[in-house]
C-alpha cells in the first residue's frame, strides 16, 4: 500500500503564499505523475497543476504564473508553492500520485491524499 499525507494548509490574506507539500510512503517502486487537484465548495474536484516524472509541468488557467509545482524524488515528495492567493483558490487541496509498487511490472497505480483545506480571506 501507498500513503499520501498532505500538509501546508491553512488561513492566508489574498494576496499572501502558502507551501503545500505531501510525502508518499509505503511500497514504492517509483513515481510516476504527481499532480494537485482542488476541489471547492459546491464544485467538481479540478486539476490545479502536474508535473511528470522527468519534470515537465503543467497547470490550470487560472493559475499560471502564481503556483508552481515542484518534486523531490529523493524524498517521494511533489510540493505546491502558492503565491499572490485569491479567494477564488479556497478549496481542498488534493495530492494525486501514479505509483509503480514493482520493478517487474510496468503497471502503475493512482492514490491520493486526504486533502488539505486552504481558506483566503479577502
Known amino acids: 500500500q501507498v500513503q499520501l499525507v498532505e500538509s501546508g494548509g491553512g488561513l492566508v490574506q489574498a494576496g499572501g503564499s502558502l507551501r503545500l507539500s505531501c510525502a508518499a510512503s509505503g511500497r514504492i517502486f517509483s513515481i510516476d505523475t504527481l499532480a494537485w487537484y482542488r476541489q471547492a465548495p459546491g464544485k467538481q474536484r479540478e486539476s490545479v497543476a502536474t508535473?511528470?516524472?522527468?519534470?515537465?509541468?503543467n497547470y490550470a488557467d487560472s493559475v499560471k504564473g502564481r503556483f508552481t509545482i515542484s518534486r523531490d524524488n529523493a524524498k517521494n515528495t511533489v510540493y505546491l508553492q502558492m503565491n499572490s492567493l485569491k479567494p477564488e483558490d479556497t478549496g481542498v487541496y488534493y495530492c494525486?500520485?501514479?505509483?509503480?509498487?514493482?520493478?517487474?511490472?510496468?503497471?502503475?497505480?493512482?492514490?491520493w491524499g486526504q486533502g488539505t483545506q486552504v481558506t483566503v480571506s479577502t
Open positions: 508535473i511528470s516524472s522527468g519534470g515537465s509541468t
Open positions: 494525486n500520485a501514479h505509483v509503480r509498487t514493482s520493478y517487474t511490472s510496468t503497471l502503475s497505480y493512482e492514490y
